[in-house]
Each structure stands twice: as C-alpha cells, then as structure tokens.
C-alpha cells in the first residue's frame, strides 16, 4: 500500500509519459524528470539494472536495438517504451506498472515467509481499488514536469543499507 502511494505513481506516470513521447530527446527529458524525483543513487542504479533486462526482452519482440544498449534509462522508462512499441494505452501502461511492482513484492513475499502463495494472491486482489486510484491519477499524464514526485524515505533507507548488510536478502 505504501509503495502504491508513493514510488509507484512515479514510475507509473513516468512510463505514461513516455507512451506520449516521439524523439530520442523527449525520452531524455522524461529520464531527467525521473532522476530528479528518485534522489537515491542506490534506487536509481537497482532500476536502471532492472531496465536493461525489459531492454532485452523489447529487443527479442522487435524494439528498436539501440534502447538495449542504453544503460542510463530506469525501469519506468523501459516500460514506458514497450508500451509504446506494443500501442498500448495510457491506462494500461500505468496498471501494468502497478501490477509489475506489487507482484515482485509479493513474489518477496514469498521467499522470506512461509506464506500460501494464495495469500499473496489475495493481497494483489484485495490492492485493486488502490491501483485504479493510481491508473486514474496518471493516465492522462503527458508532460514530465507533471510526474508525481512522492517518495518512501524509509523505504530508500533500506534500499541503502541492504548492500552493506551482512544477510543481504536480494539482488536487483
């Protein structure tokens, strides 16, 4: 739920914007906008190792090539171009980011307690009306400085501190 008030509304209106992009350049400034919303460098660089892997999976289904071989774009941004090579709308550009970043939290879920993968199931379901908060909220979203800019401080706080940690839990 937190993550649906705060980072994903970022990353959703990020990637809804880059639907509405054309150029190279405008795809920069959407980057830019990003960056400036997620002052974490460790947020920052675990989401641009996350877009490379959305690059090469777009190359394979027929993206142009040069995006993969980008290393500076983050994952909304990723996203955002898939979006847009598929024709996909705005409202379901946002909901598939939702649905991306709640179901990787509950695929963590699911390595760290010994949960029913049906209770993780359920928490998704039960989130709807929070992602259609979300979807509606970004949608309509085509210019960069109109990107939300919320942020999860504590959230970033381990983020920071899980490199360094003696039982590191994952790797993005």
């Known amino acids: 739920r937190t993550r649906l008030r705060t980072n994903v509304p970022v990353d959703a209106g990020t990637a ?8 190279v350049t405008e795809v920069e400034t959407v980057v830019d906008a990003w960056n400036a919303r997620v002052p974490s460098e460790v947020v920052r660089a675990a989401s641009y190792r996350a877009a490379r892997g959305y690059l090469r999976l777009g190359v394979r289904v027929g993206l142009d090539a040069r995006w ?7 994952r909304p941004v990723a996203l955002g171009l898939l979006a847009r090579h ?4 705005p409202t379901d550009t946002a909901r598939v ?10 695929a963590a879920a699911l390595k760290l307690a010994p949960l029913d993968p049906l209770d993780t199931v ?3 379901l039960q989130l709807r009306t929070k992602v ?10 085509t210019d960069p400085d109109d990107i939300p800019a919320a942020t999860a401080p504590l959230l970033e706080q381990w983020q920071h501190t899980h490199p360094t940690h003696p039982r590191r839990l994952f790797h993005a």
């Open 97 to 106: 980011v939702c649905h991306d970043e709640i179901q990787t939290v509950a």
């Open 86 to 89: 598929w024709r996909l709308r």
């Open 122 to 124: 359920q928490w998704v």
């Open 16 to 23: 809804v914007v880059v639907v509405s992009t054309s150029t």
């Open 68 to 74: 993969a071989r980008r290393t500076d774009l983050p």
């Open 132 to 141: 259609d908060a979300v979807v509606d909220a970004v949608a309509a979203l």
